[in-house]
């Protein structure tokens, strides 16, 4: 399918709605336009399955700073073509030409999905079991993660309880084209979650007003940890699914050394982790000397464990100055050289990413 690069998500999801196919990257923001989706290259909750917008593109028309417009890409889902600069393009954050219209890959929509939470009595065991459920063969969509921390944020902003009893819960999601198949799958994933010792599941039934209540528990995570302080910052840092609960401990040891609250969620079966840096009592001066801080330690433990800086919302204004740090001069030098290529006078988003000297 072709569309202006313009087009919101949504207005594709309803495009689409009443048709066998559909636009398989699921990112939860649906305001966002698909040139904006392109240029962060933004994931979703069927990532796992799926893969991220990059994986859904075919074809991109951009201009560049030139002035010309070019095609980027084929419809051909083969390509041993020389240099893929549709790829380049992917994740730029505009800084190498403006987009302007997107071929996108569609798929036939699966006939069946079902989705569960899974409990566990700590939320190391939750994320313990996800690598060995991938690895049994299960293929879910989704795996996300939630630990009690987030949830007494969210008990006290939404003045309702978590139905589930247990510290650490992973929302698993199938999808399938037979009743057979999604049953097996979720059979074979249920089976490996109990070696962790994962209590009863449940299963997320559209009609039930438990699932439903979950469902909103998750959506409105993000709204109520930003309602339980006056200031926020945000670290979306993506790494290996093994190194999760690695990189869960370094967060609390930060929470005693720097003296802040670090509540976090995210994406389990593709290892994005949601991090909120919160003010509270601190003053601006305060939370931002403490959030350089957090901000540098948790990007050292992204590096060390080979993850990268983030996943979904991209690199931008807000964290350029750390970019050349993690990725080192050379590699950044590399960028400033084709950077110059596409924008010779440094006119689209100048020292986006990374500063252009
Ligand atoms: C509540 C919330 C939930 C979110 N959930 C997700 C999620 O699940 N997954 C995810 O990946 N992200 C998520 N995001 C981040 C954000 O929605 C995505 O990065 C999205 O892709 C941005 O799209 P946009 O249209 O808003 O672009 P903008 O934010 O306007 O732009 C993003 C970047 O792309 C560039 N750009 C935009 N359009 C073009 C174009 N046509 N040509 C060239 N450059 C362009 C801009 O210059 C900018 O650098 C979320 C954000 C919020 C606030």
Not at 82 to 91: A, E, F, P, R, T
Not at 149 to 178: C, M, N, R, S
Not at 200 to 221: D, G, N
Not at 282 to 309: C, T, W
């Amino acid at each position: 399918m072709t569309v202006q690069a313009g087009i919101r998500l949504k207005d594709i999801e309803e495009f689409l709605a009443d048709k066998p196919f559909t636009y398989m990257p699921a990112p939860a923001m649906h305001w966002a336009t698909i040139g904006g989706n392109v240029n962060t290259n933004a994931g979703g909750l069927k990532a796992i399955k799926y893969g991220v917008t990059r994986e859904h593109i075919r074809k991109l028309k951009v201009v560049l700073a030139n002035g010309k417009s070019y095609v980027f890409g084929a419809k051909a889902v083969k390509s041993s073509s020389g240099y893929s600069l549709k790829d380049l393009i992917i994740g730029s954050e505009g800084t190498l030409g403006i987009v302007t219209e997107v071929t996108m890959r569609l798929y036939p929509r699966p006939k069946e999905t079902i989705n569960a939470l899974i409990p566990f009595s700590s939320l190391e065991d939750a994320l313990k079991s996800v690598p060995t459920i991938l690895a049994s063969g299960v293929v879910p969509t989704t795996v996300e993660f939630m630990g009690r921390q987030v949830l007494d944020l969210w008990e006290k902003y939404a003045h309702q309880k978590f139905p589930e009893k247990g510290e650490g819960f992973i929302i698993l999601g199938l999808d399938a084209f037979t009743k057979e198949e999604i049953k097996a799958e979720l059979e074979q994933a249920l089976k490996t979650t109990t070696r962790f010792g994962s209590k009863q599941a449940v299963i997320l039934e559209a009609s039930s007003e438990k699932a439903q209540l979950i469902w909103k528990a998750r959506e409105e995570l993000l709204l109520a940890i930003q309602n339980s302080t006056p200031m926020m910052d945000e670290v979306d840092i993506s790494v290996p699914i093994n190194k999760i609960p690695e990189v869960l401990t370094r967060i609390e040891e930060l929470e005693t050394e720097v003296k802040m609250r670090i509540p976090n969620f995210g994406h389990a079966g593709d290892g994005n982790l949601h991090i909120y840096l919160c003010s509270d009592k601190d003053s601006k001066d305060i939370f931002a000397q403490k959030s350089k801080k957090v901000i540098s330690e948790l990007y050292k433990k992204a590096k060390e464990v080979d993850g990268n800086m983030s996943g979904e919302h991209g690199i931008g204004y807000a964290r350029q100055a750390y970019f050349e740090d993690y990725y080192g001069q050379d590699y950044t030098n590399l960028l400033r050289e084709i950077k110059k290529v596409f924008d010779p006078n440094g006119i689209i988003n100048p020292d986006k990413i990374f500063p252009l000297k």
